[in-house]
């Protein structure tokens, strides 16, 4: 009796004194709750290649016809035949999980002490932005990815989605920040004294401050072009702000483009699609793409840009019912790509010396800007040259023995023609900015693929469908959804 | 008469409220002693009542919000860090909780248990109300705010239903008997409240093809929400008159309700000498499901029901002329068009789910046995006790009226905390149903 009273005794002690800790066990291992900035800058520059180099880059590529499906049942096939859907896991991971969300941690966490941090972080908010309102058309902005509020739940649950004219140009009512704005902001972050500054963690530039202030004027020549059929005074004065001193990525030789860096260990989305992945095949070379580039006598680049398994380069058409060429002589895409080895060890290109000098091209054109526009035309052929890895000799010899292709000639709208035809080249790769180029102009002419379905057969897709999963939690995003045929506020 | 009472801690709820009790009481009452019933007719009565209340805590680590090793993608195309020795962290997608409080039931039943004519005719009934509160549920938040999802305590869920089973033996002779046996059950369960201002929210990680699996307030339990054609005020569909196809459809639209009105199955023996014979049946009433195999194959043109492809269709409709005003569709369309982009291919982002959406009524004759019991003097009984034959054969038939498919296939799998439940009412081009027939010999030792 006395032994089960002291041991009842014991057990009851035990028990009230390890309590407290035996039930605080509930930090999970496995993870943390707070990191470092250094640690989420490479996602999020990576996260933002990626959703630019994955579907949503992928369906821009057979929209604009520089691919053509080879697997009719594939996704590819799909997007191939207008049907641009199916984007959940790239609007909710890729965009506003991913990047966004990161950049907004990395921004709270930087603005006070390390606003160098905080500035590249606004320029790749910004970046990101305007991708997806390229895309999507309105979309969540100002109350997106917002964080917490004082009581530590969701500042805002259900994000609003703005108009796309605000989200460019503005809207002090609403308190929406124009992108122009927020990449001023970030420009002005860079130059203020910073404790921590990225270093390694950088992936893109290795922490030259230097070189994201001339992407930041990039993204504002990109984003004044991008309004300027509905803001054009907007546009003037913008680029000719930018052209009046301020340092832009204007290097020929591509040593001031940003490009996020891949390896064969860590490979770029278009290897992992078209090769490395679980489903791969589904794409290759269209005929369409093969036959401008013959038309330009530019088989130099081509064989940069795709690869030439066959005795020629082989091509498909697109949206074609038929069986595509054996896999053995398909043309799909080559080292400009997909990296010297063909295994995905190629950058992923955002912004670039050949894009900003089309869009200086484009912009004298149309508006006057500063500059000869046959100048930043020919530097935007020889940049595209250059980074496609032609030496200067090659470069030379083509302008040598193409005086009519590499000079603008005839009407004005002739000479956009050409500007834009070679932007359109030059960006194989990065084919969401010729989609948007595309809208903004209507060049190249894009006849219809051989089938079409999705929301409207008859007119080509003008934006992609908003995701389900968004739609089914947040009463904001428009139901029904707008139509893919239904034009974003900037197109032509 | 009995009590219960059970006090648990929780390591998993936050430390201010990781303590919660719950009790039960429950009572039975024999009617036919306590009143002295002494009648063939009403040989037996017993009723019971009982109240329970019971507690659950939370899924452990779901108090925080914390950084996970970057990646992302999927078996097509992903990326993951390290990349070589640069780390890469970001946010995980799902969202802590630290108000998270323990998720109760409370249930009442009354029951009934009566024998009639000496017992030979047992009648249990049963009729049972529960409610269930602050559910512990993952519910999907909208990716643009950066996340996907969260624990929260979700509102309150009712299941009030009543089940029946009778059992009797008709004949009872020498050398024959006969017993049957049959089940009536029904429930109908409810969602009744969310969260203040929250009238529906999905189920995070559940939506499949534009299929969400959605819990709304003033519908049941398991709804899946996704697109329908728009209709008019009269529930007509609008036909565009440009194309003859449907014109436009709604996100966030129940298409799918899986639970059944009712159930009953019905079960008889037949025992003679040796020999015993029986069968189950069951029919289930109600409930729908969509089948993504007729909804591909009628897409493809693989069914009978679109062998008349060849032949112009309409799409039943009215087309908007103004005014309020509507005429009936007559703009004549494809077969191709008719059955791969209206009657729809399934995935809900470019057109409706409805029309692969079946109801699920079935009879099924579920198994069928005959076996022959060896009598003892025929087996050496120091060694075998018994010996048994039985053929037998299950799912033999199945009659599904409004189903081009059997309603009772779903691969949507197994519930977990996270998944919140059984996702049922999916056939998601899975394998078809057997047919087993079998002959087994049991011996005792």
């Known amino acids: 009796m006395k032994i089960k009273k002291i041991a009842g005794l014991l057990v009851l002690v035990l028990f009230t004194s390890c309590t407290k800790s035996f039930l605080e066990v509930n930090n999970d291992p496995n993870s943390v709750t707070d990191v470092p900035p250094k640690t989420l800058l490479p996602n999020t520059l990576v996260s933002m290649a990626f959703a630019n180099s994955n579907e949503l880059g992928r369906a821009a590529g057979l929209l604009m016809q520089y691919n053509a499906n080879s697997n009719s049942a594939s996704v590819a096939g799909a997007y191939d035949t207008w049907i641009i859907s199916g984007f959940e896991s790239q609007w909710d991971n890729e965009i506003y999980g991913g990047t966004l969300n990161n950049l907004n941690i990395i921004i709270n966490k930087t603005q006070a002490q390390s606003p160098a941090y905080a500035g590249i972080a606004k320029l790749q908010f910004a970046y990101t932005v305007s991708m997806a309102t390229d895309l999507f058309g309105d979309v969540p902005y100002s109350q997106a990815a917002a964080g917490f509020d004082n009581a530590g739940l969701i500042k805002y649950p259900q994000p609003v989605f703005d108009a796309q004219m605000d989200i460019y140009l503005g809207n002090t009512t609403k308190g929406i920040k124009s992108l122009f704005n927020l990449v001023r902001e970030g420009l002005a972050d860079i130059s203020k004294p910073s404790v921590q500054k990225p270093t390694v963690d950088d992936l893109v530039y290795g922490g030259d401050m230097a070189k994201w202030t001339r992407f930041g004027n990039s993204l504002l020549l990109k984003f004044a072009l991008q309004v300027s059929n509905k803001a054009p005074d907007t546009t003037k004065n913008v680029i000719n702000d930018v052209l009046a001193g301020k340092p832009y990525i204007d290097d020929i030789n591509g040593a001031l483009d940003f490009k996020v860096p891949f390896t064969a260990a860590n490979p770029n989305s278009y290897y992992l699609q078209d090769l490395g992945g679980s489903i791969p095949n589904t794409q290759m070379l269209s005929s369409r793409f093969l036959a401008l580039e013959r038309s330009l006598n530019d088989s130099l680049r081509l064989s940069k840009f795709y690869t030439k398994p066959a005795a020629t380069f082989v091509g498909a058409e697109n949206g074609s019912p038929f069986t595509p060429p054996p896999l053995v002589t398909r043309s799909t895409y080559g080292s400009y790509v997909l990296g010297p080895t063909l295994s995905g060890e190629a950058p992923v290109r955002l912004v670039t010396a050949f894009r900003n000098n089309f869009i200086l091209a484009e912009a004298a054109l149309r508006f006057g800007t500063t500059g000869n526009a046959n100048t930043y035309f020919q530097n935007g052929i020889k940049a595209s040259m250059k980074s496609a890895g032609l030496s200067d000799a090659d470069v030379t010899a083509y302008f040598a023995a193409n005086p009519a292709i590499v000079n603008l000639s005839g009407t004005p709208a002739n000479q956009l023609m050409q500007v834009l035809m070679q932007k359109y080249v030059a960006s194989v790769g990065n084919a969401i900015e010729s989609y948007n180029d595309y809208r903004r102009t209507g060049i190249p002419s894009l006849p219809q693929p051989q089938t079409t379905a999705g929301d409207d057969p008859n007119n080509f897709p003008q934006r992609y469908a908003y995701p389900v999963t968004e739609g089914s939690s947040n009463p904001n995003q428009p139901n029904p959804r707008p139509k893919t045929s239904v034009k974003v506020w900037w197109a032509l | ?445």
């Open chain 2, 1 to 445: 008469m009995e009590f219960t009472g059970r006090q648990d801690h929780s390591s998993t709820l936050p430390a201010s409220k990781n303590a919660y009790f719950y009790p039960s009481v429950s009572a039975a009452f024999v009617l036919s002693d306590a009143l002295k019933i002494n009648s063939d007719l009403l040989s037996f009565a017993k009723l019971r009542a009982s109240y329970a209340k019971v507690g659950e805590d939370a899924p452990p680590y779901a108090l925080n919000n914390i950084y996970l090793s970057a990646s992302d993608g999927n078996n097509v195309a992903a990326y993951a860090f390290p990349f070589g020795s640069t780390a890469g962290f970001g946010a995980a997608s799902r969202l802590g909780n630290k108000e998270l409080r323990p998720e109760f039931t409370n249930t009442l039943d009354f029951g009934v248990n009566l024998g009639l004519f000496k017992n030979k005719i047992n009648i249990d009934a049963t009729y049972y109300s529960s409610k269930s509160t602050d559910q512990i549920v993952s519910v999907a938040v909208p990716g643009s705010t950066g996340y996907q999802s969260k624990y929260a305590n979700v509102g309150e869920l009712t299941n009030k239903g009543f089940e029946i089973t009778v059992t009797a033996t008709p004949v009872r002779t020498k050398n024959f008997s006969w017993n049957i046996s049959g089940n009536f059950s029904r429930n109908r369960n409810k969602v009744t409240y969310i969260a203040p201002g929250v009238t529906s929210f999905a189920y995070a990680g559940t939506s499949f093809s534009g299929l969400v699996p959605t819990v709304a307030v003033g519908e049941p339990f398991g709804i899946i929400r996704g697109a329908k054609w728009v209709t008019n005020a009269a529930g007509q569909r609008l036909v565009d008159s440009t194309t003859g196809q449907y014109a436009n459809f709604l996100l966030d639209q129940t298409v799918i309700n899986p639970n059944r009105d009712w159930i009953a199955g019905l079960t008889n023996t037949f025992t003679f000498k040796h020999f015993s014979f029986s069968f189950l049946v069951d029919y289930k009433k109600g409930g729908q499901f969509e089948s993504f195999t007729v909804g591909v194959l009628r897409a493809n043109g693989s069914l009978k029901v679109t062998e008349d492809r060849d032949q112009p269709h309409i799409l039943p409709g009215v087309i908007d002329v103004g005014g309020g005003k509507y005429r009936p569709n007559n703009i004549q369309i494809s077969g191709q068009s008719y059955y791969a982009t209206a009657l729809g291919s399934t995935t809900g982002t470019s057109a409706s789910n409805e029309f692969a959406v079946f109801d699920a009524t079935t009879f099924r004759v579920r198994e069928f046995s005959v076996s022959y019991d060896l009598p003892g003097s025929l087996v050496n009984t120091k060694i075998f006790k018994n010996i048994k034959f039985t053929i037998y054969g299950r799912n033999l038939f199945f009659y599904a009226p409004n189903s081009l498919i059997d309603p009772e296939l779903s691969t949507q799998g197994a519930a977990t905390t996270t998944t919140g439940g059984l996702v049922r009412g999916l056939e998601l081009i899975s394998a078809p149903s057997t047919r087993n027939v079998g002959a087994s010999i049991r011996v005792g030792f």
